[in-house]
């Protein structure tokens, strides 16, 4: 996919965007409702995105992880003619499309196990059993089935797919629960598609620690620690908590404060006012940022642990910008500034990041790469902070209180950016 350090995604869950039925029916009809995200491409531009992550799309039984065909667009979203155009749409505006791959289980409707549970042996060596002789699942959810990633078979079929799809057009992959796939099973995959798209970018779904890209091979790992440190740190105003989880941060991440599967950022903070402290480090950190639908419009949304409970955080989008009500567009706009410096320092998807200055409430992060310098400073206190000079004269780029102009004084309750570029 090109610079990968230059993309930024704005991460669409197509099922909930497009306002599709919660089911599909077993002769569900084609509707082509991928044409509504289509609709959308010029708004993620001028978000400063030029990348679009998008959720399921394969054909599913409901919610986009319970695949019944890899090779085939829901018929709840469209057909291949709707892929097509949609990526012919995005290739046009620069945009890079990042399909989600759900690998590690199928559902129940998937047709090899239903003949596997008919007694075909050959299927039924697609499947993990159980010790008790039962079919193995995912995380105890019984309608998402495991595959064997030994398998042979498998491993084929799923180097079928992500090739079939990156043919079509795709930039890469996001491998859905990626944790829970033996890292061999990517050794044994990955090499056969790199060679036939080399450029393709492959980032798998983690929860804890970094060190699963290294074993499978992959580009990056999805980064939840940073995700969690940002918002607990800021809720117990306790920046050492984020110094930490800084401390293990990587650039083969993919970044986000927000996603499909849990409580959007807006909801998650107890301070509303601290929107603009997440974000600051989000854009400033190393990695790939990714931006969930409807964070930019300070949507709200909680995730529940019970059936349906993704739906708050999964919601339709309307027919067009146009459409969306007033409240965002103060959060909007702050999204678009720092989308706007990340784009102006695209070395900060490389850059490395330490803390030069910390406390409770008050933290100083230094990314640098090649000379240039970027200094994040947050303070969590309602009065001003001064934070000590350590890179001599640096000139505020952006900060929560647009004017600023003493880039070691962050006022009460803000954020500063300062940048230093080389000689």
């Not at 983690?206 to 980064?223: F, M, P, S, W």
């Not at 350590?390 to 500063?416: F, K, Y």
Request: proline share 6%; hydrophobic share 40%; aromatic share 10%.
């Amino acid at each position: 996919m090109g610079r990968v350090e230059h993309a930024i995604f704005w991460h669409v869950y197509p099922l909930g965007f497009t306002g599709a039925p919660r089911a599909a029916g077993p002769d569900e009809p084609v509707t082509h409702r991928l044409r509504h995200v289509e609709a959308w491409l010029d708004y993620l531009i001028e978000l400063g995105c030029n990348g679009l992550q998008l959720g399921p799309v394969f054909a599913s039984s409901t919610h986009g992880y319970d695949t019944v065909d890899h090779l085939r667009i829901d018929p709840r979203l469209g057909d291949d003619a709707d892929f097509d155009r949609l990526i012919a749409a995005c290739r046009e505006r620069g945009i890079a499309v990042l399909l989600d791959g759900v690998f590690h289980h199928v559902g129940r409707d998937f047709p090899r196990f239903r003949a596997a549970e008919r007694g075909a042996a050959e299927a039924a060596a697609w499947f993990r059993r159980t010790g008790d002789g039962g079919w193995a699942t995912f995380e105890g959810h019984d309608a998402l089935v495991a595959l064997d990633h030994g398998a042979e078979a498998v491993r084929e079929h799923v180097t079928t797919v992500m090739n079939h799809w990156l043919d079509r057009g795709a930039a890469g992959w996001r491998l859905d629960a990626a944790y829970a796939v033996p890292p061999e099973f990517w050794q044994a995959v990955l090499p056969a598609v790199r060679e036939r798209h080399p450029s393709a970018w492959i980032v798998g779904e983690v929860i804890h620690g970094l060190e699963y890209r290294e074993k499978a091979g992959l580009d990056a790992v999805t980064q939840y620690e940073l995700w969690k440190a940002i918002w607990s740190a800021l809720n117990d105003a306790n920046l050492f908590e984020l110094a930490w989880a800084l401390g293990r941060h990587s650039p083969d991440t993919l970044t986000f404060v927000g996603n499909h599967d849990v409580t959007r950022i807006a909801s998650r903070l107890d301070d509303p006012g601290h929107l603009g402290h997440a974000l600051a480090v989000l854009f400033t950190v190393a990695g790939v940022p990714s931006v969930y639908y409807g964070d930019e419009q300070a949507f709200r949304g909680v995730k529940y642990d019970r059936a349906g409970g993704d739906d708050d955080v999964r919601p339709a989008f309307p027919a067009s910008p146009a459409e969306l009500a007033p409240f965002g567009a103060e959060v909007l706009r702050t999204h678009q500034r720092l989308i706007g410096l990340r784009r102006r320092f695209p070395w900060l998807a490389r850059a490395e990041t330490t803390v030069t200055h910390l406390t409770n409430r008050q933290i100083a992060l230094r990314a640098a790469h090649g000379g240039q310098v970027v200094v994040t400073s947050l303070n969590l206190d309602d009065v001003p902070y001064r934070f000590p000079a350590v890179d001599g004269e640096l000139t505020v780029a952006e900060s929560s209180h647009p004017g600023q102009a003493d880039p070691l004084v962050t006022p009460g309750r803000g954020w500063t950016v300062g940048v230093r570029t080389a000689d």
